[in-house]
């Protein structure tokens, strides 16, 4: 297959995260707003380019107070620093179907190199439109405190009521026209 570009299916794609939350449990969240610039041979990536680009505002955890309260100047400064982007710079393929993915991140003014695991789930047509779809799943780890998200709370019993530690989860269909 070649390099092609292909359009990000926002309606089957999400981005999720996850943090622990007073040492004991995790809370998780998605940003609903997204976009991306896909181009790739989707069976092999390596040398593909990919970025992404995140509206931060668009962050959602199910609670309003605590959505608000991550907009603003204590977490993401979304008035200021309204995206995270994450463009490719190195694509490594590491086993049948799964990929390290390094590129650069770009959140809250500080830009970092970051590395996540990509596998491809397939190739298939669309009954519905004839275009022909391909799945990826996505997961990593960044430090929110190398961005500068260093807001937080001690508790009484020790430790800090929000960890440092992010888990990104993405699953993500694109399409191409038949």
Do not use: C
Not at 41 to 60: C, E, K, Y
């Amino acid at each position: 297959m070649a390099i092609s570009k292909w359009n990000l299916d926002t309606a089957h794609s999400n981005v999720d995260f996850s943090v622990k939350h007073m040492m004991v449990s995790k809370v998780k969240g998605s940003f609903n707003d997204f976009s991306a610039d896909i181009v790739v041979d989707p069976t092999d990536l390596t040398t593909g380019n990919i970025s992404f680009t995140i509206d931060v505002a668009s962050i959602d955890t199910r609670n309003e107070d605590r959505d608000n309260h991550l907009r603003s100047a204590d977490f993401f400064e979304v008035e200021k620093y309204p995206n995270l982007t994450f463009t490719s710079t190195n694509i490594e393929k590491k086993g049948e179907d799964q990929y390290a993915v390094t590129g650069d991140v770009s959140l809250h003014g500080v830009k970092k190199p970051e590395t996540f695991t990509v596998t491809f789930e397939g190739l298939a047509k669309d009954p519905m439109s004839g275009a022909e779809k391909a799945g990826f799943s996505v997961e990593g780890k960044i430090k929110r405190s190398d961005y500068g998200l260093t807001w937080n709370a001690a508790l009484e019993t020790g430790g800090v009521l929000v960890g440092d530690d992010i888990k990104v989860t993405m699953e993500i269909q694109v399409g191409r026209e038949a």
